[in-house]
C-alpha cells in the first residue's frame, strides 16, 4: 500500500507540475515539482532496510558485504529524503510570494486566458465559462509568482496551512528516524537500556504524537492521500519499533541464559 501511494504522489505532482511550470521541469527544478514522489519512494525503500536489519537478518547474516550494502542504501535514502525536506521548503517559500491580484474582482474575467484556480495545495483546475462561477465569490484574489493561478483568501491560507504542514511532518520524520538509528546502533551494542532507553522512549512519545497530529490534520481537511499515507507510515513504524523491542528481548533472554549455564 505504501509502494502503490507513490503512484498517486506523482499522479498527483505531476497534473500540479503542468500548471506550476509550464516551460517543463529540469533537473534543478525536480525536487520543487516532485518532493512527496521522491519522498515517499526512498521512505520506502528504507523502511525494507530497517525490516532487514530489525527482523529478517540474523547476526550469522551480517557478512562485511552486506553491512556496507545496507549502510550505502540507506545513505542514499537519507540524501533523497533531506533532498525532499528541501524541497517541501522550497514549495512553501513559492507558496508565500502569492501576491493581490490587481484589478480581478470576478473570475469569470480570467476565462479563455489560460488561468486556473488552486483547488488544493497540488491540485489546479482551469478557469473556464462553465465553472468560473463555482469557485469562490470573493471579491479579491492572490495571485502564485511567476504561474496563471489565482486563488481566494480562504483558500489561500488553507493551502499555506497544508505547506507547513508538509514541512513539519517531513522535518519530524527525520527525528523519528535519527532516533531509531540510535536505537539501532544501541542494540547491535547491548546498550539500549536504562537512561538511554526511557531518553528514546521520550523523544518518540512526542514525535510520533506530532505525526500523528499531522495525520489528523490531513483528515479533517480532505486531503484522503495524505492522511492515507501518514496512517500507513505510522502503522509501519510501529512494526520496526515492535522489532527493535523483541530483538532486545531476545538478546536479554539469550544473556541471562547464558548467565544461568555458566552460573551452573
Known amino acids: 500500500m505504501l509502494a502503490l501511494n507513490i503512484y498517486w504522489f506523482w499522479r498527483e505532482e505531476f497534473l500540479a507540475a503542468t500548471v506550476q511550470f509550464p516551460n517543463g521541469i529540469n533537473l534543478s527544478t525536480l525536487i520543487d515539482g516532485y518532493a512527496a ?4 519512494a526512498a ?40 533532498y525532499a525536506f528541501y524541497g517541501y521548503i522550497v514549495n512553501l517559500t513559492f507558496l508565500l510570494q502569492a501576491s493581490q491580484l490587481a484589478g480581478v474582482s470576478d473570475l469569470c474575467s480570467l476565462v479563455g486566458n489560460g488561468w486556473s484556480y488552486a483547488i488544493d495545495i497540488d ?11 463555482t469557485f469562490s465569490d470573493a471579491g479579491a484574489f492572490l495571485r502564485f509568482d511567476g504561474i496563471l493561478a489565482v486563488v481566494d483568501a480562504d483558500g489561500f491560507g488553507a493551502i499555506k496551512n497544508l505547506a507547513w504542514i508538509d514541512v513539519i511532518n517531513s522535518a519530524v520524520w527525520l527525528l523519528v528516524v535519527l532516533i531509531l538509528e540510535i536505537d539501532v546502533w544501541l542494540q547491535e551494542r547491548n546498550r ?23 495525520a489528523t490534520f490531513w483528515g479533517i481537511k480532505g486531503d484522503f492521500v495524505d492522511f492515507w499515507d501518514a496512517f500507513l507510515w505510522l502503522v509501519a513504524f510501529v512494526f520496526i519499533e515492535l522489532n527493535v523491542f523483541e530483538w532486545r528481548q531476545e538478546v536479554n533472554e539469550s544473556a541471562a541464559q547464558s548467565q544461568f549455564t555458566s552460573s551452573s
Open 37 to 40: 514522489t521522491i519522498d515517499t
Open 43 to 82: 521512505w520506502v525503500v528504507l523502511l525494507l532496510m530497517f525490516e532487514l536489519e530489525t527482523y529478517v537478518l540474523e547476526d550469522h547474516h551480517y557478512s562485511r558485504t552486506v553491512s556496507w550494502t545496507l549502510h550505502i542504501v540507506r545513505v542514499l535514502c537519507y540524501s533523497f529524503i533531506v
Open 123 to 133: 491540485e489546479y483546475t482551469q478557469i473556464t465559462a462553465a465553472n468560473c462561477a
Open 192 to 214: 539500549l537500556e536504562g537512561a538511554a532507553l526511557r531518553i528514546s522512549n521520550a523523544f518518540k512519545v512526542i514525535f510520533y504524537g506530532a505525526l500523528l497530529f499531522t
